[in-house]
């Protein structure tokens, strides 16, 4: 993927009728094209040790974790796509970190047991639409069992700094929610916390907005 990537949460969306209000304003209202279905999971693993001491790693501990961050106990597992464009990428150490890793990592953690056991799970399926110069992703949001709103994932293409897309990006949402939607705009998201670029985004930056939203808003 390239470009830049905004995560948000419609918290008081209406399963499918919302999905499928979404789709009429995308295809019809943009002339989007219909991608076909898509899908994410986001995994989160405790362990009774604390990563950064465990590791031997010279990061700074966070004894009290700010908004949007999880414990030095927790680690996020975000699977992205299917197939040949499954990607997995491991957000831990309080969101300080930030790696993709292969297919059989998953495997391994299953193995791995004793030093991190699974919690929670959640699951988006939906759809992606393309227009002239972007990618939308909708879907609806479980959490275990639970129905927790519908998550937009816009990509806008042709730039990748976040700070020069944002308001493009606004402009575009506005034209597909209803309304007096309640939205969670995921703000407050610093990619510097993780060592990652601020002005130009990757699948990691995503993946990132992905755990920092669960966090921020605890859903996960």
């Not at 399963?15 to 499928?20: H, I, N």
């Not at 974790?65 to 150490?93: C, E, I, K, N």
């Not at 606004?170 to 705009?185: H, S, T």
Request: include cysteine; hydrophobic fraction near 35%; charged fraction near 20%.
């Amino acid at each position: 993927m390239t470009g830049s990537t905004w995560v948000l949460w419609w918290r008081d969306a209406q399963g499918t009728a919302s999905l499928g209000q979404l789709q009429e304003r995308l295809l019809r209202g943009l002339r989007a094209t219909l991608l076909g279905r898509w899908s994410m999971d986001t995994k989160l693993y405790h362990s009774p040790y604390n990563f950064i001491d465990h590791q031997h790693l010279k990061i700074p501990t966070t004894p009290h974790p700010t908004p949007g961050t999880a414990s030095d106990q927790s680690m996020y597992l975000v699977v992205r796509g299917h197939g040949s464009s499954r990607r997995q990428y491991f957000v831990m150490a309080s969101n300080r970190i930030v790696v993709e890793t292969e297919p059989e990592m998953e495997s391994i953690l299953v193995r791995l047991k004793n030093l991190w056991t699974p919690r929670q799970t959640a699951r988006i399926e939906g759809y992606s639409y393309e227009g002239d110069d972007w990618i939308i992703r909708t879907g609806n949001l479980m959490v275990g069992t639970s129905y927790k709103g519908l998550i937009i994932e816009i990509n806008y293409l042709p730039c990748s700094n976040p700070e020069q897309t944002r308001e493009l990006m606004r402009e575009l949402l506005g034209m597909i929610l209803p309304a007096g939607a309640q939205v969670d705009a995921n703000g407050g998201v610093d990619y510097r916390r993780a060592s990652l670029d601020p002005v130009c985004m990757t699948d990691r930056h995503t993946a990132y907005q992905y755990v920092h939203l669960f966090t921020q808003s605890s859903l996960l």
